[in-house]
């Protein structure tokens, strides 16, 4: 993870292989269709070290809503982006832009009121959008 700011805001885009069931915390268990989600975090500080942590799939204590997804899905890309940007911005835009929060409710919006920040974006890897800073790839080991 080096070249990465120390802040920012970042996407995970994670692919789930078949249908799945999470249970992600206090939230209880959601439904998981084949294809892709994009998910929102931010990190005022310690970048790199958040990132390199979601990547490394199981062996780490769950913590955030995400901890329990990447336990059964693959890490593919991250985007990141400048803190100028909220996690609540960016997720409507990724929603704007064809994203659904549809059974996804809540999710890694525990400290907000916004709809949640997990969208399933469909069966095809999607793009970043234009402002992103960097795109960390070659994330192709599952979390599993």
């Known amino acids: 993870m080096e070249g990465l700011p120390r802040s920012g805001i970042y996407v995970l885009v994670v692919q789930v292989s078949g249908n799945e069931i999470v249970t992600a ?8 269709g084949e294809g892709y989600y994009a998910y929102v975090g931010r990190a005022k500080r310690g970048l790199p070290a958040r990132l390199a ?38 997720a409507l835009i990724l929603e704007r832009e064809g994203g659904s929060r ?18 399933y974006m469909g069966k095809e890897k999607p793009l970043p959008p234009r ?12 979390c599993l």
């Open 53 to 90: 942590r979601h990547a490394r799939g199981q062996d780490k204590r769950l913590h955030w809503h995400i901890d329990y997804l990447l336990e059964r899905a693959w890490l593919r890309e991250i985007w990141v982006f400048p803190l100028r940007v909220g996690e609540c911005e960016l």
């Open 102 to 119: 549809e059974g996804l409710r809540g999710f890694g919006s525990s400290d907000c009121r916004c709809a949640g920040h997990l969208l």
């Open 131 to 142: 402002d992103t800073v960097t795109v960390v790839r070659g994330l192709g080991s599952p």
């Open 25 to 32: 915390g206090a939230l209880g268990d959601l439904e998981m």
